[in-house]
């Protein structure tokens, strides 16, 4: 099968200081890979190589078979990419309803197909649906990640990158947000997930590529992963 995501011997860093090494990874349609590591490791940089923000000094990215070198960020979301970074990124003056419509400014022309896609969001998401009306910065941490998701997801795309989607959010958000993935996953999308809280990551995720020092030292099924002691305690802190 044609890896939704593919990134192979890729090499980067900023400024010339290498941060990571020949990193090759696939993420499959349908699949939800996590990737763990310390602090430092090079998660960011590797979602926002994927996504076009940063570079390549070697290596590639394809998306469903398609090398993206020479492809900008927006071609890229164009193309079915999406990338939620850490921060989340939603428009704080704007409602929740004006941040999703915005999600689907470039994947979809028409006014109605937009709101069709919006709907569709507030479908997967009841306590957005619940808050319509409300501006991004009234938003609680759990709600305001939720619409940087949905945002994401109103382009309807096939790979959507995740930069720690479970940062300062309490456990039963973390586990909604983890069990939304999953079941967007079993519908066909492939997702990137970078995380911190690697046993949540983990207890969704079909493989686990962890990243030391912007290598990958492994790369397994997720449950293999959580469960080997010697790794975890070597390269996750736990
Ligand atoms: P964290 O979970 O803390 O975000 P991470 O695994 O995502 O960690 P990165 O943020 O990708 O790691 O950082 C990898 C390395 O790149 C670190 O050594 C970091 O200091 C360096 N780095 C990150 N961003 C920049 C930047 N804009 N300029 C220079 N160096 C950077």
Redesign the pocket.
């Known amino acids: 099968m044609t890896p939704a995501l593919a990134v192979h011997g890729l090499t980067t860093?900023?400024?010339g200081?290498p941060?990571?090494h020949d990193v090759t990874l696939e993420v499959r349609p349908g699949a939800l890979v996590a990737l763990v590591?310390?602090?430092?490791?090079?998660?960011?940089?590797?979602?926002?190589a994927a996504s076009g923000l940063l570079p390549l000094a070697a290596g590639a990215v394809a998306l469903a078979g398609d090398d993206l070198q020479g492809v900008g960020v927006e071609d890229r979301a164009r193309r079915g990419l999406a990338h939620v970074p850490?921060g989340r990124g939603v428009v704080v003056e704007l409602t929740v309803d004006e941040n999703l419509q915005l999600g689907g400014l470039t994947a979809h022309r028409s006014a109605g197909a937009r709101r069709a896609a919006v709907e569709e969001v507030y479908g997967l998401f009841p306590s957005l649906d619940r808050r319509r009306a409300a501006l991004g910065h009234q938003l609680s941490g759990g709600e305001r990640q939720m619409l940087a998701i949905g945002r994401a997801l109103v382009a309807r795309p096939r790979v959507l990158l995740l930069?720690?989607p479970s940062l300062g959010l309490a456990p039963q958000v973390v586990a909604q947000i983890m069990a939304l993935l999953r079941a967007r996953c079993d519908d066909g999308l492939a997702v990137l997930l970078?995380e911190?809280n690697v046993a949540a990551a983990l207890s969704v995720a079909d493989r686990g590529v962890v990243?030391d020092l912007?290598r990958v030292v492994a790369s397994r099924p997720a449950r293999d992963l959580a469960h080997d002691e010697a790794l975890r305690h070597a390269y996750l802190g736990f």
Not at 37 to 48: D, P, Q, S
């Open positions: 860093g900023y400024g200081a941060v990571l590591g310390a602090n430092g490791a090079g998660k960011t940089t590797l979602l926002r850490e930069d720690e970078a911190q990243l912007g």
